[in-house]
T-cell receptor
Framework: DTEVTQTPKHLVMGMTNKKSLKCEQH?????MYWYKQKAKKPPELMFV???????INESVPSRFSPECPNSSLLNLHLHALQPEDSALYLC?????????????FGSGTRLTVV | SQQGEEDPQALSIQEGENATMNCSYK?????LQWYRQNSGRGLVHLIL?????REKHSGRLRVTLDTSKKSSSLLITASRAADTASYFC??????????????FGSGTQLTVLP
């Protein structure tokens, strides 16, 4: 069982829809991340939150809007997406200063935009 | 953006054989990590090697790091069918707020035949 829980596991949405991806961790980690992964490609960093503050935005289009309501939750709000945004969206967490333990990833949300 | 390349892109071996994957990266790093990803799932952290280390072992895994060549290798000994997965190297560097920014290589798809 993963210690980072992502919901939903699968999501199909139209280009005019608004939806949200959710990520939750109870490991006390204070850094959380969103990655996007296309088929047969490596994960690409989208956003980094450190101590609930957005510290990195890798030039992600504004149709993706992250939110960190508290230290355990990370959301990704989606609006007016394009078919090319279809991908596996991965959430991860880590504890700053404890890099030897690596990141803990969730199982991802498989997003299809139609 | 993608940090580096992995070699080979795909590797197919018989059960019991050893598998070696190589990773090259471009910028200075604090550490290098290896992750495994089963098809369409989240990534699992395997092992981390710090920039001042040259070799590290964990069970059937052996990782080497050559910072002068900006390269690393992952050796899996006595492979099993369950080792079939994609393997990614990832380089970590500190970003603002002490969160570590992790950038993934292109990945190696390992298939272990029974």
């Amino acid at each position: 069982d993963t210690e980072v829980t992502q919901t939903p596991k699968h999501l199909v949405m139209g280009m005019t829809n608004k939806k949200s991806l959710k990520c939750e961790q109870h490991m006390g980690h204070r850094a959380m991340y969103w990655y996007k992964q296309k088929a047969k490609k490596p994960p690409e960093l989208m956003f980094v939150y450190s101590y609930e503050k957005l510290s990195i935005n890798e030039s992600v289009p504004s149709r993706f809007s992250p939110e960190c309501p508290n230290s355990s939750l990370l959301n990704l709000h989606l609006h007016a997406l394009q078919p090319e945004d279809s991908a596996l969206y991965l959430c991860a967490s880590s504890q700053p200063g404890q890099g030897a333990r690596g990141y803990t990833f969730g199982s991802g949300t498989r997003l299809t935009v139609v | 953006s993608q940090q580096g390349e992995e070699d080979p892109q795909a590797l197919s071996i018989q059960e019991g054989e050893n598998a070696t994957m190589n990773c090259s990266y471009k910028t200075s790093i604090n550490n290098l990590q290896w992750y495994r990803q089963n098809s369409g799932r989240g990534l699992v952290h395997l092992i981390l090697i710090r920039s001042n280390e040259r070799e590290k072992h964990s069970g059937r895994l052996r990782v080497t790091l050559d910072t002068s060549k900006k390269s690393s290798s992952l050796l899996i000994t006595a492979s099993r069918a369950a080792d079939t997965a994609s393997y990614f190297c990832a380089t970590g560097r500190f970003s603002s707020g002490s969160a570590r920014q992790l950038t993934f290589g292109s990945g190696t798809q390992l298939t272990v035949l029974p």
